[in-house]
């Protein structure tokens, strides 16, 4: 049986496989090197004719003048060979280094904005894989692929039909894949450092601390980021567990963890007898529902500085987005960008602006409202049953009581695919010029259905029922469970799945060392991103900031999740999926909004949920006071708990201080440049070539 | 009797009194011109010697280099005169345009950062008068009179003593000032520009529309911005003006303007018997209490896209005051700015922020106690007199009943007094580095005391007692008191003394005209900044938007306020007050903030007033509502509110899209020159001197 180390295509076997003589010629004598280094693999499909592969083959390693991407690509082992593998001459990745708005280390180890034509004040620049890392070279060839365009209207050879032909400024690697030409085009994995990382990282003994550096350096920006965040959160986990604990099991009068105490939803004035615990519960409470509010707060804005170190010692500080070219999917007539003077793609704000305002909020509100009218339904439907079962009792009404439940699970499932596939359809509609903006619209989408699917019932069992003993069991199955089917549909399915299916597959081409290598990689499914592992996250930080206060033991449970959380995830992204591409990035970026919005809510929910708490209520019955008064007091918290956490958060700086210097610095080279630039113009324009 | 138009010293008044062959004279050859426009005139003391007067001469037209200006200077009309006229010379008004970071019109019409090297790609580049205005030159002849610092130890001729001595990068003003030598520095002003700009300004007979452009070209920066934003507000006020006189007039139930109805502080079910109109005059409440929040934060947000358009064509988008010298009053050790790689005092952040954290904030916070309990205090006082003037009902007594009012307003003052030196003094004590920094601290100190005291009465009305028919009272009784003594105090007054004082001065000199400019200099007061105009506005905008739904005719009132406040603000700034120094600036900076932070509270404001407003309560009893429900109903209420209100600072874009663009390609521009800077640089390392 093979191992999952064996499946993917890795770096060095691939160059072993391939002749050298094979790779297309460098254009610049500076790139001549007797090493190619493999990075990306592009999957042909099988009919694919060899006019059509020479084609292609000729595009990728074209100069950019003539819409190619300007790299070396291989053919392989023959010319009916349905891949082809890309490596990067040293000129096109560091012209894409400059074109990205990367910083790196310059002679005096400050990461400053790289510029090509002053490359010899850089470290490093005559090694590119110690330059660049591995996945940013990567993810330089697939920008690279992405940006080719047509230069002219033209017949892509051996497809017939509309499908080859091709207008002029139309995105070549797009039209090939649209005509199915090309099927994937996926980084090559490079075995030893998987392995080496592997052992840092999820076989690693010790609970805390990830190897970071080597993490971005294999993975690149995005998943680097991703695991920054969760080791962060983990560790920001502690204070709130620790306090969890204290007061579960420490404070007399605190509520018991499992077996809950004798008072009912509905608190009579009897229910209130263990009045000598009463103060201590409540104040405990109280602490916990205040120091809940800071402790998000304060993490956030902590991760902020964390993330903006980050960002610096990976040279993310400068990305350019807005001056590149617009993202693959991009449409629009062809004009002339005012910013850069470019002929691209041109789509005006407004119209964009319309199609969000007018036509994506009402779709986004329309599904929230089916979401809500489904809740409705079936809380209706299961009273209903409910009385039916009371007024018969007999085995068909007991199983029929199963029935709301059973459908509302299935309509809310259909609702979330249907959501899904329409955020996604929506986010194409708006025609984002850059990546960014593309991704950052379709997340908030598909969060704001999230929340609400998954803090709907919640907060209708707060508010409406104000059942805070069902809130607090609801809670802590809700975690405990996701907990574990997460874990196991996330780590343990793919693993079983892979093994079966892995090994099924191994043993058809046990003899070919290369192919095997090549062909295997179909054998791994591509790395779903980290759309839902965020999400994941987010959503225990809700229960966590949100209701914190009914479940003291919700950070303690997190935490542990966390832990393993941290393993699974590595594992499963080393292991069991495909390399992903992924691209320098400077934050987490509408995620840490998401977070900050929780957490800001976090504080409503907090005090509302105190002032409904059964305990609360019989306090104040007990001391007399009016229910109005409890409620303009708490109204009263709850502002002054919002205006203590806006000022922490302006209080407390978004950058270090070091890393606020360093852009400064940056930013006063460039308007020097500028400057000094213009003499050498002028200069040149009064004393024209002497 | 004088004119107070005659009064000030005028650029073409003095430039006729001087013999031009008397001009300290220029190092650079292209500088040299047949014309120089005094700009600043420099107040010397009576009994300065001149040998001091020669060294002072002498560093104001010493090159940079030498600790110098590089600006031309005469010496009157004679050596012992004591004044100084100074100009500017065409180089140094250019480089400090670069290094101000404006923007200015190159050949082509777009506003682009001027660079000194390629100035001849620029408009009006041989004609300083209309490259820059006389704002702008007179403010870089003070820019560069204030960056003079000695550049070795040295003594100062004919200033005994330590207050001679001059160390090494030491201000040299600022010692100058502190000696007692130079007593004041000013601009001069210009008759004729004067006269027209009062044409188009307070002489006009449209209500609407003000010279903006010609008052930004005389005044500067900061006045320009003052003028602009009075002149948006007072438009913005129409609608919420138009809605008052409707709902005041023409829906029936309103309350009536000035003759409040019958209902008392604490409504029993018998004031209800308009129960009627109630229906009616509850839903106009409610109408002018959402309007006022969704007027206030769409005429925030719009003023910010007219801000970034009058600052995009004031060319100030690109200021660059932190690459800039520090302020001149910032103390620290002598070091290398990080940044800038100058030598220059440098002072730690954090030191700062515990200055600002540990200190500034507890004495503010002292303060405002102290207003508290002065208030706490009156009311005490108050009830006790009214109680033993009750009892006994004698003279003696009904005269003590004015006793605490009198106290009070002592109090207040002496207290107000105390805390602007207290602010002031903090602010230097925190040392800023940028004088933007220094004001905006300071102006928030200040901000947050007037806040209080002009609103903690008032609310303390609305919330403890309650007494919604005492509020309008006291609301409208302010807006007109304050008006009326406003304008008294602002224009009248002056005006009154200036006529008085200047005709008395001007009597003894009419013999002699140039003598006559300079001398009667001292006759005008010092322009004494925009501070307290725009408390004013804050303080009205508080009334209007805090409690609108109690007295709907506030906008009215504003309305005609600041139609007469343009012009009498207009008047006063041309012709009562000496012509200030006004910086660049891109925006009304911390004011911005501070009617932002209104605009938010006016929502929690108007719904708490709503819900107390004794109509409301009637209405409430009247339909046998729970004061809970209503209570949860107005939370609800606000807490929507509050969202929408964020969803529409953040759905209107701060800039409109035209100034974004622009912002990108000045941005885009710069990253270019930094690449091509860079070919230059790393050519000539690799071919030296080909």
Known sequence: MSSPKQQQDSVSSVAEAMAPESWSKVSCPCCVSSEVEPLVLIHLAENVESSTKQWIMSMISAPHKAGGAHLLVHPGEDASWGRLVVAAPRCTLLRATEELGLCKADKEGNMVLFSFHD??????????????????????????????RAVKDQRIPGIPGDKGILKSRQNILQKLQKAGVIQDVFPLCDEKKLNALGKDWYLKKSLWGQPLESIHAYFGGSIAFYFSFLDFYTWALVPPAVLGVFITFFLPGAPPPDIPKADNSTPGPGSSDASDDLDLSVSSHMVQAVFSMI??????????????????????LTLTEQFQEPRPGFQGEMGINPVTGRREPLFP?????????LVSVPVVGLFLGLVVLGMVGFYFCESTMSSIHKASGSIITATLSYLPSVMHIVYTNMLGNAYRTVALKLTEW?????????????????????????????????????DLQLLRKRLSSLLILSQVVNQLTEVLVPFVVDRFYGSSQKELKEDDPAADHMQAEGSLPPFPGLFLEYIELLVQFGYLSLFSC????TAVLLLINNITEIRGDAYKICRLFRKPFSPPEASIGVWQ?????????????????????????????????NPSVVLIFTVIVEHVLIVVKMILAFVIPDEPEWVQIKKQQIEYRTILALKEQKVKRSKTAELPRS
């Open 119 to 148: 490359r010899n004040n850089f470290n490093n620049i005559n090694d590119m894989q110690k330059f660049l890392t591995l996945a940013e070279r990567q993810y330089i060839v697939q920008h690279e692929l992405e940006s080719m």
């Open 295 to 316: 402790w998000s707060t304060v993490f956030m804005e902590l991760w902020k500085r964390r993330s903006a170190a980050l960002s610096y010692h990976w040279g993310t």
């Open 349 to 357: 704000d407004w119209k964009r602006q319309m199609r969000v305002g």
């Open 430 to 466: 708006e025609n984002h010029r850059e990546e960014s903006a593309h991704q950052n619209h379709h997340t908030t989408k598909v969060l704001v259905f999230t929340f609400f699917n998954n803090f709907a019932v919640l907060f209708h069992i707060a508010i409406f029922k104000q």
């Open 550 to 553: 009914v479940y003291p033991l």
């Open 593 to 625: 909004t998401a977070f900050e919005v929780l957490a800001f809510f976090s504080v409503m929910s907090n005090c509302w949920l105190l002032f409904l708490a059964p305990r609360i209520k019989a306090f104040t019955q007990d001391s007399g006071l």
